[in-house]
């Protein structure tokens, strides 16, 4: 049992947390990435170790060797690599949409958002070290640096080479 949870508190955490999920499943971001919505809906579920932080393979294979050219020959592999990196980690800086500007009240929403969701879990720091989901969203968050490294690479070589 985790602390603070005791009879009759796991069970509304949970159930609240499955209601948003189901609320905000359909909403997918830019290229089948989860949507803020769905990323905070999802969040005690990640929390408690229900649902499984994955990492692409993508930024796996990054995270082995973000300054290889393997394999890297044409202008075409280099391409297909880089989109295959967007695809993974959303558009690159010089790609995001035009002005680059966030709605302030979407942004009050979310932040709303994400302090009612993360106090569905008492304790939930101690919570998410105890289940590992600090620790995968740690790794997580290394392989999405070296991803946006090995972009940035192989986009500097595109450029050298001549690649369009």
Do not use: N
Request: net charge positive; aromatic share 4%; hydrophobic share 45%.
């Amino acid at each position: 049992m985790f602390p603070g949870a005791g009879p009759g508190r796991t069970g509304p955490a949970l159930a609240a947390a499955a209601l948003l999920l189901l609320l905000a499943g359909p909403a997918l971001g830019v290229q089948g990435q989860p949507s803020p919505a769905e990323e905070i809906a999802t969040q005690p579920l990640r929390d408690l170790g229900i649902m499984p932080t994955e990492i692409a393979e993508v930024l796996q294979r990054a995270e082995a060797g973000p300054y290889a050219l393997t394999g890297l020959r044409g202008c075409s592999q280099l391409r297909a690599a880089v989109a295959e990196l967007d695809r993974a980690l959303g558009p690159d800086w010089d790609r995001r949409a035009a002005g680059g500007r966030e709605d302030p009240v979407e942004q009050i929403a979310q932040a709303g958002l994400r302090t009612g969701v993360g106090a569905l879990i008492p304790f939930r720091g101690v919570v998410r070290e105890v289940t590992g989901s600090a620790a995968a969203e740690r790794r997580l968050r290394m392989a999405v640096q070296a991803g946006q490294a090995r972009r940035g690479f192989l986009r500097g070589v595109m450029r050298e080479r001549g690649c369009r």
